[in-house]
């Protein structure tokens, strides 16, 4: 186990790595990106001005410095198109893809672990089956197509959900299911084989000697320990709820930073585009950090050996 | 297995078959609009009167070709930077950990899509953005397993005996870590296809009149009241060789014994 401040030197490295990599992706853009946003027949003077405010006219070095100045302070630069900061627009979109992912969330960890419970306890009868099947075409199908088969269903055919939007009651429940049932398919195998794992050892079997009942067995012994790796995924997996938003929410016009992503990507309005994605994936580091954390400070072992 | 592969085969034969026929995916018939299928219109026609088979085809010629190039060149990348990593160790090794953990850092499709998002969309920079942000499960894989071979004896040998380090990477650490590539690879290739279609669908990959499973399904959810089969035939097609690739994969990885550092 490493010590805490070495975890942490850690995760500022990579956030490091991680935010050069999004201020170097700038450099891809073909050609001239003020010709790309504004077309080739622009005003000398707006290229000028748009020179100025991408930075262009400035060596790459010096923007790259400026770029982490700028980041320090919480500024991720100012949109091209909307004219606002960029740090502004995220946080308005912010909660509703909170909302959604949250609303996700729950669902991975209703269908997942009770699905892995089952499976393990029955080990290859029908309901071990049937959440391995589960499993299988929760990780195969793609979320869009997911997204309009429900919507087929649901709100078409029996008219129990609205078709898109979050203002309607009820509009969350499909996003919902769309964005977490592949994850909930990851989870319900990894319960599943977190719990068969362990149960040949030796604590199990005196549980179970000394007369405990197989409920009591499972909720004193053997989930306490079978938990610790699902909760590293379910970790894992709570900041790659943010990443898979940016389809769900384009299928399901969800107003979150996902469609602000794909908006300002097709308006190729780059400070938004960069912004975003920073915004993700310090949000995916950050959640799998803390969750390593948690389950190391759930477990018995570690205590023991610091 | 046999499922999984007689499945894979189709979606081949349908790929590199469509040349043989004469395939018309953007002829526009007007007055077949929204036709649904039929006995003449196997799939029935999209809301420009084209025939849904042929584009069907089309789209699967694409993503085969994108996932089958961006699998080689993911794989051929991450094997070549692992057996680097972890064949010379030290600062090497340190620096080389340092830029997957970078990249590991962005979740699913997120750095396709913004790789996606700068470069442009098209064929080839589907490929690109999809290499970029694949080689990395292969380089992690292929690294874990030459730092524990690297001391084994017959690579002391061969070091003693003065091979050069390609050689010894080549003929004596290569072919011992090729079983879990090959496992990660089949995997690979499902999220490769789910990847294309995936930034099709946002309208970052394929663009049109070119047909991709993505974009037909983007296209075709604005019709999904009036013409459902626009959506549930290329969403069906990649569902079943996404499905296919992973059977595949579960088989291989039982087979060839590995445990997947991928997959629970």
């Known amino acids: 186990m490493r010590t805490l401040a070495e975890q942490l030197t850690d995760t500022l490295v990579v ?138 269903l649901f709100s078409v055919q029996l008219g129990w959900t609205p078709v898109s939007g979050n203002l309607a009651p009820g509009s969350l429940i499909l996003p919902a299911i769309t964005l977490g049932l592949s ?92 912004g975003v994605v920073l915004c993700i994936a310090f949000a995916y580091v950050l959640t799998n950090r803390l969750a390593d954390l948690f389950a190391a400070w759930l477990d018995p072992r570690v205590h023991e050996a610091n | ?57 089309a789209g699967a010629r694409v993503s085969l070709l994108v996932a089958v190039v961006s699998v080689t060149l993911s794989a051929t990348i991450g094997i070549a930077v692992g057996l680097i990593a972890g064949y010379f160790g030290g600062l090497t090794d340190r620096l080389i950990s340092r830029l997957i953990e970078v990249f590991l850092a962005f979740p699913g499709m997120l750095l396709a899509i913004a790789m996606a998002a700068m470069i442009g969309p098209g064929l080839d920079n589907v490929i ?7 080689w990395v499960g292969y380089a992690r894989l292929v690294r874990v397993q030459v730092l524990a071979l690297r001391q084994r004896d017959h690579v002391l040998a061969a070091t003693a005996l003065g091979r050069t380090a390609p050689a010894i990477m080549r003929q004596h650490l290569l072919p011992l870590v090729m079983a879990p590539v090959w496992v990660e690879a089949s995997f690979g290739l499902a999220g490769a296809v789910v990847a294309e279609a995936g930034l099709s669908f946002l309208g970052l990959g394929i663009q049109p009149p070119d047909a991709s499973w993505g974009s037909m399904i983007r296209d075709g959810v604005r019709y999904l009241l009036v013409a459902p089969h626009l959506v549930l035939a290329p969403g069906g097609a990649l569902f079943l060789v996404v499905l296919a690739a992973n059977l595949f994969g579960d088989a291989l990885r039982d087979r060839l014994d590995v445990t997947s550092h991928s997959r629970p």
Request: contains cysteine.
């Open chain 2, 1 to 57: 297995m046999r499922v999984s592969a007689i499945i894979l085969g189709i979606w081949v034969i349908m790929a590199l078959g469509g040349n043989l026929g004469s395939l018309e995916p953007n002829r526009v018939v007007l007055e077949a609009i929204f036709t649904p299928p039929s006995a003449t219109h196997w799939l029935g026609a999209d809301e420009l009167g084209r025939p849904v088979f042929d584009r069907l085809l």
């Open chain 1, 15 to 152: 956030l490091f790595g991680v935010s050069t990599l999004v201020f170097l992706l700038l450099v891809l853009i073909p050609g001239d990106p003020v010709d790309v946003v504004l077309g080739e027949s622009a005003q000398a003077a707006d290229r000028a001005a748009m020179r100025a405010s991408l930075g262009l006219d400035r060596p790459l070095g010096e923007r790259w410095l400026d770029f982490y100045a700028d980041l320090a302070s919480g500024d991720l630069g100012t949109s091209l198109i909307r004219r606002q900061p960029v740090a502004d627009l995220i946080m308005q979109r912010l909660p509703a893809t909170l909302q959604l992912a949250a609303a996700a969330f729950l669902i991975v960890v209703l269908i997942a672990i009770p699905l892995g419970i089952l499976a393990a306890r029955h080990r290859g009868r029908w309901p071990d089956r049937l959440a391995q099947t589960f499993a299988l075409f929760g990780l195969s199908i793609p979320n869009f197509w997911l997204g309009p088969l429900l919507v087929l």
């Open chain 2, 128 to 134: 690109i953005a999809l290499s970029a942000m694949g």
């Open chain 1, 183 to 274: 994850m909930a398919a990851i989870t319900t195998r990894m319960m599943r084989s977190s719990l068969l794992e362990i149960e040949s050892q030796a604590f199990l079997r005196t549980a179970r000697c000394k007369g405990l009942g197989e409920v009591a067995v499972l909720l004193r012994h053997s989930l306490p320990n079978a938990m610790l790796p699902v909760i590293t995924v379910l970790g894992m997996q709570l900041g790659s709820l943010l990443a898979g938003a940016v389809i769900t929410e384009v299928v399901f016009a969800w107003p979150g930073i996902g469609s602000l992503l794909i908006d300002a990507i097709r308006q190729r309005d780059y400070p938004v585009v960069q």
